[in-house]
């Protein structure tokens, strides 16, 4: 319900007095086709505007400073302890020894476990850096400020969304490339993960698979 009516992510059910974020997907899909035309045209000058960039990430700002109310905040942070929980029991020594197979991690039980049960091959490395990508996004929405951002903070924005665009567009690739057969699982798509400015659990832990998150 939460990614429904913030992200438009998803087919959960929403209330009937609940309005659903229509716009986001077009917004957000503006400031990925600006940050590209921005690294198209960088290639080849030096002097290129971050005005078109700028503007997206505004509209993208309010459009989600304007969903994000009510219960969404507590919500999220719900979602988040439950992450944490689940990437717990996935990196448990018994998980580990039984599905992690020779690379010993989460992402390798993932895999194993959705082949064996689910009879689906899932891209981990892709999923995972939508997960993290987007999220270095997000926190670049929250936080941004035209009047105060920084070179670097602008330049990890680029590297970020054109880690993200790539593994969006593998991901897609492979699920469109391959046929599962009748009545099996199809994987889904994972919802972009994003930070807001609130009391998250801490994630970044020795050894953690989202140390980089």
């Given at each position: 319900m939460l990614y429904k009516r913030?992200?438009?992510?998803?087919?959960g059910q929403i209330l009937s007095m609940m309005v659903v974020n229509d716009a986001f997907p077009a917004?957000?899909?503006?400031?990925?086709?600006?940050?590209?035309?921005y690294i198209r045209k960088a290639e080849a000058s030096s002097s290129i505007s971050r005005a078109s960039v700028f503007q997206a990430t505004k509209n993208l700002q309010f459009n989600l400073s304007e969903h994000m109310k009510g219960m969404a905040r507590i919500q999220v942070t719900e979602d988040y302890a439950h992450l944490k929980a689940a990437l717990e029991l996935l990196n448990s020594p018994e998980m580990i020894d039984n599905f992690g197979g020779r690379r010993k991690s989460c992402w390798s039980v993932i895999e194993q476990v959705a082949k064996e049960d689910l009879r689906t091959v899932i891209s981990t490395s892709n999923i995972r850096t939508l997960a993290v990508e987007g999220n270095k996004i997000f926190q670049w929405l929250a936080n941004f400020d035209e009047g105060k951002t920084q070179d670097q903070e602008f330049q990890q924005l680029l590297q970020s969304a054109e880690a993200w665009i790539?593994?969006?567009a593998s991901l897609e690739s492979?699920?469109?490339?391959?046929?599962?057969p009748q009545n099996s699982a199809q994987p889904q798509k994972m919802p972009?993960?994003?930070?807001?400015?609130?009391?998250?659990p801490n994630f970044e832990q020795k050894g953690d698979d989202f140390a980089d998150w």
């Open positions: 913030v992200l438009n992510k998803g087919d917004l957000w899909h503006q400031l990925m086709t600006e940050i590209t035309e790539i593994a969006q492979n699920n469109n490339s391959s046929q599962a972009d993960l994003f930070n807001n400015n609130m009391n998250f």
